[in-house]
């Protein structure tokens, strides 16, 4: 339910201007919201591409629907380290998470599922995919090292359960 693959030479091209972007975004925009923020960035179609190919690759038939693609940049360090369990139901049908910068001190990702934590371990350059259903607790940078992931979400006709052949 959950896949995961690495796209680091894909995002090589770019990694650089997008973390700046990312960075530089971090109050510009969203001065509210504190490490979770919507991204303005130049190469948003290209990480869309990469996710939906890859969505297709693992995932049943689906038909995306957005009106307008988004990317969420979600940045933490020992300034702002706020996280929280959450879960996309609201904004999604197809959760995606790219990881721009990983702390060395890194606990990954946990999903709660039937009661149980599975705990997932990142690394730069890694896609995940998941159902919009599936709680997830990201852990933040509680240092200097800053984690950065961007956050893309697709809408679709068929529901997440079905798609990722849910039971």
Known sequence: MIFKTNITN??????????????DQR???????????????????????????FCKKKLKKFTVINKELKCWCYLSDKTISYAAWHDHIKTSTIVGVIYLKVPKEN????????????NKKIK???????????KHYPYPSLNDDLRISINLELNCLEQSKDIFNVQ
């Not at 606990?107 to 149980?116: E, Q």
């Not at 730069?124 to 599936?134: Q, R, S, V």
């Open 107 to 118: 606990k990954g990702i946990d999903f709660l599922f039937n009661n149980k934590t599975i």
């Open 27 to 53: 109050y510009k925009y969203n001065i509210n919201l504190g490490n979770n923020y919507e991204l303005i960035t130049k190469q948003k179609n290209k990480l869309y591409k990469y996710f939906i190919n």
């Open 10 to 23: 894909k995002l090589k091209p770019f990694i650089n201007s997008l973390i700046k972007e990312c960075v």
């Open 124 to 134: 730069k350059g890694d896609l995940l995919i998941f159902p919009n259903f599936l």
